[in-house]
């Protein structure tokens, strides 16, 4: 059975008849009943399926960054959702048939808060990733979104919520880095959480 919200007129929740409904982000959505299916995949669905997996895959250690990071991102879907949508639509290649992910196209936060002045990056021995920027009075509590990504390993390292724009600077502990490569990312979030900026690809960096 079915359940009304919002009265006659707004969308229900649950089974009625042949269908199922269901809100997602406040917005009232049907569908019918899953059938399973007998036929095999064709060959282009299976691997649209398989594009689908490796984006899944790729972010599913970076979930506690995307999910604040694309906050907010659409009206029908936000968080890790999003992120992958995104991913898949820009950063998903397929060279001589197999699929690959470019790092530096990829985002772990979409928005539209200003990114400071003078964003740089360094290695200090023996483990520290240190990024600086200009520090600024306006958003001086937005805080810094930094991330340093071992895509082999699916090993991230950094922060979700860092240091206060205003100090101008942010310091990671990477471990082991020596023989790995890793792949950089800032971003700023504001300090009441209301908004987000688009990340900053840093570069990569082998050890």
């Known amino acids: 059975m079915g359940r009304l919200i919002n009265g006659p007129n707004g969308p229900y929740i649950g089974k009625a008849g042949s269908y199922i409904g269901y809100v997602v982000n406040g917005v009232g959505y049907i569908k019918g009943i899953y059938k399973r299916r007998t036929k095999a995949p064709t060959k282009d669905e299976a691997f649209n399926r398989e594009k689908f997996a490796v984006a899944q895959r790729y972010l599913r250690s970076l979930i506690y960054y995307v999910k604040p990071g694309f906050k907010g991102y659409n009206p029908r879907f936000q968080g890790f959702a999003a992120a992958k949508s995104y991913l898949m639509r820009n950063a998903l290649k397929v060279i001589d048939g197999k699929i690959v992910i470019d790092p530096a196209l990829v985002k772990i936060s ?12 360094e290695f200090q021995e023996p483990d520290i990733m240190r990024v600086t920027w200009k520090p600024s009075g306006i958003g001086a509590s937005d805080q810094a979104m930094i991330l340093f990504h071992n895509t082999e390993a699916a090993d991230p390292f950094g922060s979700v919520y860092g240091n206060y724009r205003q100090s101008g ?8 880095p020596h023989g790995t490569t890793l792949h950089g990312y800032l971003a700023f979030v504001a300090a009441d959480r209301s908004r987000q900026s688009d990340s900053m690809y840093l570069g990569k960096f082998e050890f």
């Open 169 to 176: 600077e942010e310091t990671v502990v990477v471990k082991n």
């Open 110 to 121: 979409f928005g539209n808060l200003r990114l400071p002045d003078d964003i740089k990056c």
